[in-house]
């Protein structure tokens, strides 16, 4: 009966394995839901990526230094990163709806001209799970979060830089 019990308790392990291995191993992907773009557009959250490029979405916020710092340095690369990549920026605003024009003049400001929608309620920043601001994900041409990267540290863009390229 003890080596019966021990078999039993060894399928059990491999099978909580296998599961363990195999949630972990599904990718997020961007939600099924509507929200604006600083123009005024509505656009579906989930059709953002999956065109065969990668994307990086970003989660911002105007009175997040470590962002702006972030948002400055990605600048800094884009240009070689499209031409190498293909990669498209999304920056997500978590800024308040009343602070449209203060996010319109930061962004003109720093002639930022990346795509940005507005998360003035909360609900993509919910559903991507994001915790804090900055707060960067890598998604592959399938629309796959395959990095995430929170908060930022100066130097961060060449990790960026070749994780663009391996999921290429």
């Known amino acids: 009966m003890n080596c019966q019990n021990n078999e039993f308790m060894r399928k059990i392990t491999v099978l909580l394995f296998l599961l363990i291995y195999a949630l972990a191993a599904t990718a997020q992907t961007l939600p099924e839901m509507q929200i604006q773009t600083l123009t005024g557009k509505d656009v579906n959250v989930a059709a953002i990526a999956g065109n065969g490029k990668p994307v990086m979405m970003l989660f911002y916020a105007t009175w997040c230094k470590p962002a702006a710092n972030q948002l400055k340095a990605i600048t800094r690369q884009y240009a070689d990163w499209q031409k190498e990549t293909g990669v498209q920026m999304i920056v997500v605003s978590v800024d308040k709806a009343q602070d449209r024009q203060k996010l319109q003049n930061v962004f003109k400001q720093n002639n930022w001209k ?28 399938r629309g796959e979060v395959v990095k995430s990267h929170r908060g930022y540290t100066d130097g961060a863009e060449s990790r960026i830089a070749e994780e663009l390229k391996n999921i290429l």
Not at 125 to 132: E, F, W
Not at 136 to 141: A, C, E, P, S, V
């Open 114 to 141: 990346y795509d940005v929608l507005l998360d003035t309620d909360g609900a993509l920043k919910r559903a991507m799970t994001v915790q804090m601001i900055p707060h960067l994900f890598i998604i592959n041409g």
